[in-house]
C-alpha cells in the first residue's frame, strides 16, 4: 500500500529517490526475493541498506545484476 500510495503522490513529478533500512530483516527468504524483486521495479533510485549478508545474495540470486549495485561501507 506504501509503495502504490508513493506511486500516486508522484504522478506528473519527478521521483523522488527512496532510502530503506534493513526492512526485510524479518522477512523468509521467499519473500525478502518478491519484495526485492518489487522494489527494483519501482522508476526511481532506490538506497537500501542493511548488514545482513544474506540479503545482499539473495538479491545477487534473484535479480539482474545491471539493476543495482553494492557498496560496501
Do not use: C, W
Not at 523468509?28 to 532506490?46: E, G, N, P
Amino acid at each position: 500500500l506504501r509503495l502504490g500510495a508513493l506511486e500516486v503522490l508522484n504522478q506528473g513529478r519527478q521521483p523522488m529517490p527512496m532510502v530503506l533500512d534493513d526492512i526485510l530483516v524479518h522477512f523468509d527468504d521467499q519473500r525478502a526475493v518478491a519484495a526485492l524483486k518489487t522494489v527494483s521495479s519501482l522508476k526511481r533510485q532506490v538506497l537500501y541498506f542493511t548488514h545482513h549478508p544474506h540479503i545482499v545474495t539473495l538479491a545477487t540470486q534473484a535479480l539482474d545484476s545491471g539493476s543495482f549495485g553494492v557498496h560496501h561501507l
